[in-house]
């Protein structure tokens, strides 16, 4: 095997370059590319990946590396060209990038451990003479004198300790290694762990009241009990169970998760249409060449059943085959469908895992013996063979967008991926994203349309009820129109079930007349004004104009100006009123705390323990629930409310998703959607189902407004502590994007539209580029900018593409 004197390393850290380390004699034969490495960084240890090996002695002297983590490579040559395309594209370290992409990532947790150096070790004991035990630097370095520790651990016994390290630090008699520690299994959620008392329990301890309970529950019914399920019974047992085991007095173990593999089953007959595009796609992956198919199929056309026999036929052709869903589709349910289908070719990559199940499925997945990759966003990434097919399901779905570094968006990399293997790949949805959809009228993507429901099922039929008119006939500010209630009586007493929709999207809540329906604008970007409550002002977040909140409405003078944003607890405690008997389950971010929780809830409704369930954007997805014959949108305004070009486009999909869950069993299924702007286009679209009409009109918007697809864009953001700090760096960095470069337009700094975070003051820039060239250039001069100025590694934010402007 060769052998090699130096390699360089990407390293998680802001500054973008390759590191060189040589090699002690023991690696020299042993590193390759795409390997783990554990190298000396500053009074660092970090982890690192080969990029390259070699013998070009480097000018300056430099360190060796410690030790290799991998004896083969956990990133091959062509995920490797991967995270480089994606560093650059997404201006995001390379570190950071290959990091992300890893595997086992999740299964080592970073932490800091403090330890002395030899002069810190001399400075201890000299210590011992000193006379100020109470002086913090002291304490620390007594602290240290017997073990290296976490500062969090320190800091904990020691609340000064902070400022002692930093000092001990400068001085040169302390480092810090980073390490990586196996997770701890006692922070698994409580739905993955059982519990059982230990077998060696010690019985001396002195306990709290929750503790004894459990231990006394716990002896009563010996065996391994669900730490989740516990909790109904035992009050904290959650909490009780994780101290309890600490003391060793139970014992706590991760359960595997059970995915229920029916029998081998074949799928259904392909209708005409159905079988159409499966000879099309199976064509190009026979002949193996990249192209890109955009399946666009309305609602319950039968999707699923295309991707499974195009799966299939790439597994024929000895290929193997990725499918990605959004993050809140993948559940064993939708698993279990694959396993059916592919046996033990079919691996998951799903978060509810541990981390053993995962990287157990990752090699699986690396040593070929799982052809078939069912996963969310970064399951992109897996280490699959001879791709020979990407499939992307909900295309459009915003959970495809990783909202941190490196910001990707798991659809487009699929799509550099499956060039570079010379693979196909399908964007499926009923509502693709105006930027696929654009590139499938270019030619950049084949267009395979599924216009009809499965057996000529009918679509269901939406009516809009407008809600001014039902504040002008009843006078009353009601969550629910008179029609809707009616309808949803009707249902119960018939035995079907309803989905309430309500629709809700982060913070922001805007005015709008109560008798036009009119939002205020902003005057230069088009998009809705968001209200700010501490000055009662409405500001526009991409251009900073704020205006006071009009006492009547501009547009018919109305005095019924009033404010929007309203919880689904409401919309629960307003339907248990109208309708004591029904039986409500609620689905939003605030009751969903665990997957396993979502998927008991949905199950129960879909089994008919529920007649009602009510939920925000969560449950306009993807589920099949044939007893579902009346979905009721209560406001359907509130995404069109919000200050970003893709207002209407969400506001859209939403609709129409959400309409598609009614009537997908025998009994045709009925639609109302409550809404203030009945003659807004993405509404009244919706209700036609009318994607085509949809498309054109929010394509002449984003032409004349030259947003995607008709210009790159990009969100720069700036943060920091100080809300001066922010200001000072943002206009700074304002000074040097002014004038902008030639074919960019660039809008701010105004404040964000959260403009404080998570402690964080928050302004930011909005480049928009008729060339992704110059757009590129362009944000990598902002990094260089940081860096230059020696902004904190987590003071500019770059998104490319972003998909949220919040
Ligand atoms: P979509 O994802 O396009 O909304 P699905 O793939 O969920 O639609 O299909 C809707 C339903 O139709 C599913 O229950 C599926 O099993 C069924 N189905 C799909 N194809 C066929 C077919 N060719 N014949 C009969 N039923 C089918
Ligand atoms: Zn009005
Ligand atoms: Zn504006």
Not at 279 to 303: D, M, N, P, Y
Not at 513 to 525: K, Q, Y
Request: charged share 25%; with cysteine; aromatic share 6%.
């Amino acid at each position: 095997m060769a052998s090699y004197l130096y390699c360089d390393v990407s390293l998680p850290v802001p500054l973008d370059q390759p590191f060189t380390y040589s090699l002690p004699e023991t690696l020299r034969h042993r590193v390759q590319p795409g390997s783990r490495l554990v190298v000396p960084f500053g009074p660092r240890k970090l982890t690192g990946v080969i990029l390259r090996c070699h013998d070009d002695a480097p000018a300056v002297p430099v360190r060796d590396a410690l030790r290799l983590i991998d004896s083969s490579p956990v990133l091959d040559q062509e995920l490797l060209a991967l995270g480089r395309w994606i560093a650059g594209y997404y201006c995001a370290p390379l570190g950071d990038v290959l990091r992300g992409m890893l595997p086992l990532a999740s299964e080592i947790r970073q932490g800091k451990l403090w330890s002395l150096t030899d002069s810190g070790r001399d400075a201890a004991r000299q210590l011992v003479l000193d006379t100020a035990p109470d002086d913090p630097v002291v304490q620390v370095l007594r602290m240290l004198e017997k073990r290296p520790l976490s500062a969090a651990y320190i800091a904990k016994k020691l609340p000064l300790a902070e400022k002692a390290i930093k000092s001990l630090e400068r001085k040169g008699f302390l480092i810090v290694e980073q390490v990586q520690t196996e997770r701890d299994p006692l922070r698994a959620p409580s739905d993955r762990l059982r519990v059982e008392i230990a077998a060696e329990a010690p019985s001396d301890l002195k306990l709290n009241k929750p503790e004894r309970e459990l231990r006394a529950f716990l002896e009563l019914h010996p065996g391994s009990h669900n730490l989740k399920e516990l909790e109904g019974t035992v009050r904290n047992a959650s909490l009780a169970a994780r101290s309890l085991a600490r003391k060793r007095v139970v014992t706590l173990q991760a359960e595997t998760l059970a995915i229920s593999a029916g029998p081998i089953r074949t799928g259904h007959l392909l209708n005409p249409a159905q079988q159409d595009a499966y000879e099309r796609i199976a064509g190009a992956i026979r002949a193996k060449r990249f192209q890109t198919f955009l399946l666009h199929g309305v609602t319950g056309s039968g999707k699923t059943e295309v991707y499974l026999n195009c799966i299939e036929a790439a597994i024929a052709e000895g290929k193997s085959a990725l499918l990605l869903v959004p993050e809140i589709a993948l559940t064993p349910a939708m698993a279990g469908q694959f396993f059916s289908r592919f046996g033990d070719r079919v691996a998951i990559l799903h978060s509810a895992f541990t981390d053993v199940e995962r990287s157990d499925q990752w090699r699986r997945i690396r040593s070929g013996a799982a052809s078939v990759v069912v996963g969310t966003r970064s399951g992109v990434f897996a280490p699959v063979r001879d791709l020979g097919l990407i499939v992307v399901d909900e295309e459009h779905d915003g959970s495809y967008k990783q909202e941190e570094t490196p910001r990707y968006n798991g659809r487009d990399v699929a799509i550099v991926r499956a060039q570079a293997a010379n693979a196909c790949v399908i964007l499926g949805s009923a509502t693709p994203s105006l930027e696929s959809r654009y590139n499938a009228e270019r030619e950049k993507y084949t267009l395979i349309e599924l216009p009809g429901r499965i057996e000529a099922r009918p679509m269901p039929s939406v009516e809009l009820i407008d809600m001014r008119q039902e504040f002008l006939e009843t006078r009353q500010q009601a969550t629910f129109s008179r029609k809707l209630i009616e309808a949803i009586g009707l249902r119960l007493e018939q035995g079907e079930q309803t989905i309430v929709l309500l629709n809700r999207r982060g913070f922001s809540s805007f005015v709008a007349c109560r008798s036009c329906g009119e939002r205020v604008n902003c005057c230069n970007c088009s998009l809705t004004l968001t209200y700010h409550k501490r000055d009662r002002r409405l500001l526009c977040h991409c251009c900073s104009y704020a205006e006071k909140v009009p006492v009547r409405c501009p547009k018919c003078q109305s005095e019924h100006i009033y404010f929007l944003g309203l919880g689904s607890e409401k919309v629960e405690e307003e339907l248990h009123h109208a309708f004591p008997t029904a039986r409500i389950a609620r689905l939003d971010r605030d009751t969903v705390t665990g997957k396993r929780h979502y998927e008991t809830i949905l199950n129960d409704f879909r089994e008919g323990n529920y007649d009602i369930l009510v939920g925000t954007q969560m449950i306009a997805k993807g589920h099949d629930i044939p007893n579902v014959t009346l979905v009721g949108v209560v406001s359907a305004d509130i995404g069109l409310g919000m200050p970003d070009f893709r207002a209407a486009e969400r506001t859209f999909q939403l609709l129409t998703q959400v309409a598609g869950r009614a009537g997908r069993g025998n009994v045709p299924g009925i639609v109302l959607i409550q809404t203030i702007n009945p003659d807004h286009y993405a509404i009244r679209m919706a209700a036609a189902q009318d994607y085509p009409a949809f498309y054109q009109k929010e394509l002449h918007f984003r032409r004349m407004m030259h947003y995607p697809p008709f210009s790159a864009m990009a969100n720069v953001l700036v943060r920091a502590e100080k809300k001066e700090m922010a200001m000072r760096m943002s206009s700074e960095l304002g000074m040097l994007l002014t004038p902008p470069p030639e074919k960019l337009k660039i809008l701010g700094p105004a404040e964000a539209p959260v403009p404080r975070l998570k402690n964080e003051y928050r302004y930011q820039f909005l480049v928009k580029a008729a060339s992704r060239k110059a757009l590129n250039e362009l944000l990598q001069q902002v990094r260089a900018f940081a860096l230059q100025h020696k902004w904190g590694a987590t003071a500019l934010v770059i998104d490319v593409d972003p998909l949220s402007l919040m």
